[in-house]
């Protein structure tokens, strides 16, 4: 298994220009972002501030997410509300283009809340476009289930929901969050055996607390060792909120190894 490390939920004691350095320090040769700017357009040189962080600190950024909102005010994603929907847009040139740039293979693309203003043939819509723009770069676009404890106008709770976005929109795949779909009550022996073959992505962390592997109720050297097995053979992203310092979190990963 290959494991990178989401920086926008680890190493959050540093400032996020430090963290793939400190993600490098810690034995990562890749990360993960959500969105690290304030709004869809940043300037050319806070991409190439990043970019050159990355760069200098010798990590690969293998997963990024389209911009989605005020996630830390309940946002999660911009493509499926006509009234945020010309901010998804305007932030997909630049995702690409900075994907292009670093060699990210993998953008997320949050639902978004259910609101007023849903309309989900302009969510297909707008995955469409973003799943084009990214082949381009050679990237995939993944669309995620979340869970409906922290996410309750989250429309996408499910599997079964996220794939049938994905069966909609060619190009795209399932990101699938193990502890979102463990929350929700998935078997995720049976979601690995079943439709492995069609993950764009995995991410983990430990329920009900989202802390690291060994905190909470998921069996996770069964869970991994069956994920090893399968036919997935993309990354496997730590998106945990670690109990204790960051870099002191990592224990479980040299168990399993």
């Not at 990590?59 to 929907?85: I, K």
């Not at 979102?180 to 022996?189: F, K, N, Q, S």
């Not at 060994?214 to 992203?237: C, F, K, M, N, Q």
């Given at each position: ?17 430090d ?14 972002l ?10 050319e ?6 970019a ?15 911009d989605?909102?005020d ?23 630049v ?9 990210c ?9 259910t609101s007023?203003?849903?309309?989900h043939?302009l969510?297909?819509?707008n ?42 929109v ?12 463990h929350?929700m009550?998935?078997d ?28 909470g ?17 993309g ?5 945990y ?9 990592f224990?479980w ?5």
């Amino acid at each position: 298994m290959r494991y990178d490390v989401n920086l926008s939920i680890l190493f959050t004691e540093l400032p996020m220009l430090d963290r793939p350095a400190a993600a490098r320090a810690a034995g990562f040769d890749a990360v993960e972002l959500w969105w690290p700017f304030d709004g869809p357009t940043p300037a050319e040189r806070e991409l190439d501030t990043l970019a050159g962080a990355l760069d200098d600190a010798g990590v690969r950024l293998v997963g990024l997410n389209f911009d989605a909102g005020d996630m830390a005010g309940g946002e999660r994603g911009l493509l499926s509300s006509r009234s945020t929907s010309n901010r998804f847009r305007e932030n997909v040139d630049v995702t690409v283009g900075f994907a292009g740039r670093v060699g990210c293979p993998v953008l997320n693309a949050l639902y978004g809340n259910t609101s007023d203003d849903t309309d989900h043939d302009l969510a297909l819509e707008n995955l469409s476009l973003a799943a084009g723009a990214a082949q381009r770069v050679g990237a995939t676009v993944v669309v995620e289930a979340l869970n409906s404890y922290e996410s309750p106008r989250y429309p996408i709770t499910s599997s079964k929901a996220a794939l049938d976005v994905v069966d909609q929109v060619p190009g795209t795949a399932f990101l699938a969050d193990f502890y979102h779909l463990h929350r929700m009550g998935e078997d995720l022996g049976a979601l690995i055996a079943n439709s492995a073959d069609r993950f764009g992505h995995v991410q983990i962390a430990d329920a009900p607390g989202r802390g690291q592997p060994g905190t909470g109720e998921i069996d996770y050297p069964t869970v991994l060792a069956r994920l090893a097995a399968s036919p997935y053979d993309g990354r496997v992203g730590c998106e945990y909120k670690p109990v204790g310092r960051s870099a002191d979190s990592f224990g479980w990963l040299e168990e399993m190894r």
